[in-house]
């Protein structure tokens, strides 16, 4: 079983920014594709951002296009989501997952990710 771990999260003012961190637990993260994705309260999961092997494609919902960023740092086995210029509409619980099918390309359809993290809340507010 793949266990990621997310961290980084936490209470933010608006315009603010935020670090989400998420961790490979016991294998080498760099050898999957990795997807970031959020549930805000009444609301279903979307995709935010995600990553391929190699960090040779990246992707960005259009939400967050221009203020996220994906990174990888593979020799430690961690991915990063970089939140910056944060509103309340970003408030949510933020998850990390593998999809272990894909290499050069990753998708937006939660169900093709089959790994995930318990996830991390981001609270935007003042």
């Known amino acids: 079983q793949l266990q990621l771990v997310e961290s980084g999260g936490g209470l933010v003012q608006p315009g603010g920014s935020l670090r989400l961190s998420c961790a490979a637990s016991?294998?080498?993260?760099?050898?999957?594709?990795i997807g970031w994705f959020r549930q805000a309260p009444g609301k279903g999961r979307e995709w935010v951002a995600c990553i391929t092997r190699g960090s040779e494609r990246t992707r960005y919902a259009d939400s967050v296009k221009g203020r996220f960023n994906i990174t990888r740092d593979d020799p430690n086995s961690i991915v990063y989501l970089q939140a910056n210029s944060l509103n309340a509409e970003d408030t949510a619980r933020y998850y990390c997952a593998i999809d272990a099918r894909r290499n050069g390309w990753c998708v937006e359809a939660m169900g093709e990710y089959q790994y995930w993290g318990q996830g991390i809340q981001v609270t935007v507010s003042s």
């Open positions: 016991g294998f080498f993260l760099g050898s999957y594709v």
